[in-house]
C-alpha cells in the first residue's frame, strides 16, 4: 500500500470527488492499493460490479455489491481524480532517504541517482543514466549510457472538456542481479507495485518497457523493442528487434516474438510467432 501523509475518511473522498457513496461514510483510508492484492484500509478501484471487500475502499461500477464502495461510471478516471486530489492536499509518503550506492559500484560522468534508490555491489552505471526514486538494482549489472529507470510512464484519462488527466505513478522498479540495459533505453516504473526485471535479463539499446511489466530470469529483448504496460515476458525468452507487444499480454518461456511482430494475444510456452499481427510459426516439439 501507498500511505498518506494522513488518514482520510470515505466520507470526505465522496465530497471532494462529488460521486455518492455507500456504507460507513467516517470509514479510514491510509492509501491506495492495487484491487488484485487488496489491503486493509485503503482505496482501490475496479471495473467489475462483483468485487467485495470489507476493509477498504473501492471506487466501482454503480451496481457494485462491496461494502464500502464510491459508486461510479469510470471507476478508472475517478481513481485518478483522488490521486490527484490526495496528493495535492495531503501527499504520499515517499521514499526520500538517501540513495545506498555501493563503494564498489562504478558511476560514469553525469549519473544522476535519486533519493530512495539502491545499487548493489559491482555493479557499473555508465555517464547520463538517470536513475529515479523508488528503483533497486541488484550486483554485477551494467547500465548503458544515457538510459533512464523508473521515471513515469503514459497513463491519461480525459475529463469531459477534453483534457487529459494523468494517472500518478507511485511505484518504483526492481532490477536483479547480472542485467544488462542497452543505451537509450527506458524503463518505467510501475503505477501501482513495482516495474520487475529478474536476475540473468539481457535488455538491448533503444528498448521501452513501460509501467508494471515483468521479465523474467534470462530473458532477451532486443533493440527497438517496445512493450507495453503490463506485459509479462517469460523465462529465457527472446524478444527480436523492433518487436511490439500490446499491453498485458503474456510471452511464455522460452517462446520467441519474431523481427518486428506486432503482438496482441498471450504467446505459449516455447512457441514462435511473427508478423504484423503476429501469428504462430512454430509450436515447441
Known amino acids: 500500500m501507498y500511505n498518506f501523509q494522513k488518514p482520510i475518511t470515505l466520507g470526505w473522498l465522496s465530497q471532494i470527488l462529488n460521486i455518492p457513496f455507500c456504507g460507513d461514510g467516517s470509514f ?53 481524480r483522488a490521486l490527484e486530489v490526495i496528493n495535492s492536499v495531503i501527499g504520499f509518503q515517499l521514499d526520500d532517504a538517501k540513495p545506498q550506492v555501493h563503494s564498489s ?32 538494482i541488484g550486483e554485477n549489472c551494467l547500465i548503458r549510457s544515457n538510459t533512464s529507470i523508473g521515471g513515469d510512464g503514459f497513463g491519461y ?27 537509450n533505453t527506458c524503463i518505467a516504473r510501475g503505477t501501482l507495485g513495482n516495474t520487475l526485471i529478474e536476475d540473468n535479463v539481457k535488455i ?11 521479465i523474467r530470469n534470462g530473458a532477451f529483448i532486443i533493440a527497438c523493442s517496445s512493450l507495453s504496460g503490463g506485459v509479462e515476458i517469460g523465462r529465457n525468452a527472446w524478444v527480436a528487434p523492433n518487436a511490439t507487444i500490446i499491453q498485458k499480454v503474456k510471452v511464455g518461456e522460452n517462446a520467441m516474438v519474431g523481427l518486428g511482430s506486432v503482438v496482441l494475444k498471450d504467446v505459449e510456452n516455447g512457441c514462435v510467432v511473427a508478423a504484423t499481427p503476429a501469428r504462430l510459426i512454430r509450436r515447441p516439439e
Open 28 to 80: 479510514k483510508i491510509f492509501g491506495v492499493a492495487n484491487s488484485n492484492s487488496p489491503e486493509s484500509n485503503s482505496l482501490m478501484f475496479t471495473k467489475t460490479t462483483d468485487l467485495n471487500i470489507h476493509d477498504a475502499v473501492l471506487i466501482a461500477p454503480q451496481d457494485s455489491i462491496s461494502q464500502n464502495v464510491l459508486l461510479s461510471p469510470n471507476p478508472r478516471f475517478d481513481f485518478i
Open 105 to 136: 559500484v562504478k558511476l560514469g560522468e553525469n549519473v544522476v541517482i535519486e533519493n530512495g534508490v539502491f545499487v548493489g555491489p559491482n555493479t557499473v552505471i555508465e555517464s547520463n543514466v538517470v536513475i529515479n526514486r523508488g528503483t533497486y
Open 157 to 183: 484519462e480525459r475529463e469531459i472538456n477534453g483534457k487529459p488527466i494523468k494517472f500518478i505513478h507511485l511505484g518504483g522498479v526492481n532490477i536483479g542481479n547480472n542485467v544488462e540495459v542497452g543505451s
Open 204 to 214: 538491448d539499446n533503444l528498448v521501452h518497457i513501460a509501467h508494471n511489466c515483468i
